[in-house]
DNA sequence: TTTTTCATTTGAACGATGCTTAGATACCAC
DNA sequence: GTGGTATCTAAGCATCGTTCAAATGAAAAA
């Protein structure tokens, strides 16, 4: 049975607008969290191409050296911006699974939740996706923190009537839950789909139907 | 002018099988085959980060200008392995179809070679993707031509039971199935996974695992 | 208050990248 | 041969990630 955990930190602190000259104790003030701002505006503004070290530094008003202090090289300073990208979607599937009624909306829900996700951030979904690829590894805080994806959906798969005691079929079914959603958020853009998408009533209903398809996702497993 | 052998010119051991260089028309024969073999080359050996243009032409032999005069730029190039990279795969799909015995079979063996494939080619098929990513669209040749994983995917659907005359159902189960493999390929790499494939007897096990989680590759569906 | 300390930030520089331009090279048709 | 032309090289531009000695300035020590 899970346990309720105490969830301290629920909302990922806002992007501050650029320079913002009012306290600033040492020579900047707080660069660091400065330049994962610059970084997620530039993210948003010009997508992950020209996301280049320099350009975060010249956004954040600051010469091409300074972050250097503040983050060991570029792919650390993109670690802790997809940092904060997984606990926003830890954030919007939380949501989602609140919302849902009953457990197959709540499966539904997350799946649904989590391509909208990536479909509103695509160059974020990236740069959270790169950084865990290139380690060969889930980010921590999605399978150990326990409002991660990863538990969410394994406690909804318990809820909808897994066997909690059979371990392996319940992680093959959450990996299977993962890697729809994964193979969908990544492949929802295509303009291949648009039609279909026409097809069955817009884009959220694509994206209903598309996981309807998978056993996981399946309504006679929920009920 | 020092007379020595042409530094750049017919230097290229060829490791693989080099495009054969029995006629050579022009300065180098076929610079644009050598550029994409010497493209695959380095992909294989160093990785998709190790990529650049620059390292093609070394690796070619030639100045860091030449691949200007075959490809419009460094993106043309990456096309023209993505191409071969899909050729490869809609190989290999095609054998696993034709192995195949019983219908549960030949979806699940699409399946499973779908991310064999992508496990053993993991630079190749990194840059197959990110190619199709950036233009927001599959291949033409993946949905268009006969033998394409997608025709493939879907004639099988049907073989399997499914509705041929109900189109739209029949591309959201294709899709699932697609984005089923898409995502566990990009995936499966990951070590957190590899307690799982040690628990369930192996790495093909795993995939053949998770698929069976899903409900477009459920043998109740096949038969 | 003055001085010292030391993290923070800068400026300059290095090697490497994608790409462009101008010119040299070598194949082919004549 | 000669000329035309596709092919390739050389050199250069702007940008990138990264390093390092120097400068800056807040905080602690005097």
Redesign the interface.
């Known amino acids: 049975m899970i346990f309720t955990a105490p969830r301290y930190r629920f909302t990922v602190p806002p992007m501050r607008e650029a320079a913002a000259p009012e306290s600033r104790p040492y020579h900047h003030g707080d660069l660091r969290r400065a330049l994962i701002d610059a970084a997620r505006r530039l993210l948003e503004q010009e997508g992950p191409t020209a996301l280049s070290l320099r350009a975060v530094a010249r956004e954040a008003g600051v010469s091409p050296a300074a972050p250097y202090h503040h983050f060991k090289d570029k792919g650390e300073l993109l670690d802790a911006v997809a940092h904060e990208g997984w606990e926003m979607l830890n954030q919007a599937l939380t949501a989602a699974r609140a919302k849902a009624v009953s457990l197959h909306e709540k499966m539904a829900g997350l799946g649904v939740a989590y391509v909208l996700f990536a479909r509103d951030n695509p160059s974020l979904y990236r740069v959270m996706?790169d950084g865990?690829?290139d380690k060969?590894?889930?980010p921590t805080q999605m399978?150990m923190k326990d409002d991660s994806a990863y538990c969410q959906v394994r406690d909804t798969l318990v809820e909808a009537g897994a066997d909690p005691t059979d371990e392996?079929?319940l992680?093959?079914?959450t990996?299977?839950?993962?890697?729809?959603?994964?193979?969908?958020a990544?492949?929802a853009?295509?303009?291949?789909?648009d039609h279909?998408k026409e097809?069955?009533g817009g884009e959220e209903a694509?994206f209903h139907?598309?996981?309807?398809?998978?056993?996981?996702?399946?309504k006679d497993k929920a009920d």
Not at 209 to 218: I, L, R, S
């Open positions: 996706y865990s690829r060969e590894d889930l399978r392996i079929a992680e093959l079914a990996t299977a839950a993962w890697c729809a959603a994964h193979g969908l990544e492949m853009s295509f303009k291949s789909f279909l097809a069955v694509f139907g598309v996981f309807e398809h998978m056993q996981v996702f399946a």
